[in-house]
């Protein structure tokens, strides 16, 4: 008879990784198992809307006070929050990038696209194997925004795990219909992140599409928190080509767009580059352009051709 086994295989192939990577820790191991086998709770608590998160979370704080976990302020040697856990902002294009590849790439230390000290790679093992979630934070709010089904999951051995451990929330999409999802998402006007976590392997892993009101990460780089990285460019208007509508002033995420004396104003300190006000603009008054004070953008066809 064949042996029944309480571990999946999803979850021993991704035991199996950790245990390759140096440095990658049996806590670490756990921190990735718990983050991906009960990500709905482990948000909620984060973004405070579970009942026991005031309570997790002091406990949080006071290991991070005794150097047992990461802190919220940056002290030597010890990683912050945004250093285990962020997201690199990639308008529509570079996102369709990152889910269209058909083979096996790595790249590692990625300083000036991924400016965080830990989780900053991009090893895609069978990157066509793409699975849709329900996004954790939506799923946390009283009232989403919709659909709910807007998370890729790519490459292994995350895909699978997913998969195998969400079947009522998760399911298999080709990279045309990951594409599909992206730009529905950019005409709701929400923004493409591709998220890095150091419990995922300390490596890229999903591709998010989110809202300032439902998301966990764009509310703590409100209030504070740099778990977001800008795509490298900036917003540019031209004044000649402007009418002063508004559109776009409604439809930014990060609030770094006015209207001033008729003509949209672009705050510099906000804009994160995302370029959904871009896609808003009818008249052609906005524009994406390189910043190099931002760092690098994320157009992983170019970083590929660079490895060539």
């Keep these: 008879m064949r042996k029944l086994s309480l571990i999946r295989p999803s979850t021993r192939a991704f035991w199996r990784e950790g245990q390759r990577i140096p440095g990658y820790s049996l806590f670490d191991r756990l921190h990735g198992y718990v983050y991906a086998r009960w990500p709905y709770l482990y948000i909620s608590v984060g973004t405070g809307e579970h009942r026991l998160s005031p309570l997790i979370n ?3 704080a006071i290991l991070g006070r005794l150097g047992l976990l990461w802190s919220e302020e940056k002290k030597p040697g010890q990683p912050t929050l945004a250093d285990t856990y962020h997201g690199k902002v990639v308008p529509l294009e570079a996102a369709a990038q990152l ?7 790595r790249i590692t230390d990625l300083e000036r696209i991924i400016p965080y000290s830990r989780a ?23 009232h ?49 992140h591709a998220f890095f976590k150091d419990a ?30 800008s795509s490298g460019y900036l917003c540019q208007a031209d004044d000649s080509l402007c009418i002063g509508c ?23 300190a906000r804009c994160m580059g995302c370029g959904v006000c871009v896609s808003r603009c009818v008249q052609g008054a906005l524009a994406l352009q390189l910043d190099a004070s931002r760092g690098e953008p994320l157009v992983i066809q170019e970083l590929m051709q660079n490895l060539s």
């Design 246 to 268: 508004g559109e776009c002033v409604e439809q930014c995420q990060f609030g770094a767009l006015a209207l001033h004396d008729g003509h949209i104003a672009v705050d510099g």
């Design 58 to 60: 002091r406990v949080v």
């Design 200 to 229: 995922m392997l300390g490596r890229f892993y999903a591709i998010c599409n989110c809202c300032s009101c439902c998301c966990g990460a764009m509310q703590a780089h409100q209030f504070g928190v740099p778990m977001l990285a």
């Design 144 to 192: 989403p925004c919709l659909p709910l089904d807007v998370c890729l999951i790519i490459g292994e051995p995350f895909a699978s795990f997913v998969a195998e451990h969400h079947p009522r929330r998760a399911r298999w999409i080709n990279a045309q219909e990951a594409v599909d999802i992206l730009r529905a998402e950019d005409e709701r006007g929400h923004v493409h």
């Design 99 to 105: 889910v269209t590849i058909n083979q096996d790439i």
């Design 120 to 142: 900053r790679d991009i090893i895609m093992q069978d990157p066509q194997h793409i699975v849709v979630l329900d996004c954790p934070c939506r799923a946390a709010r009283a």
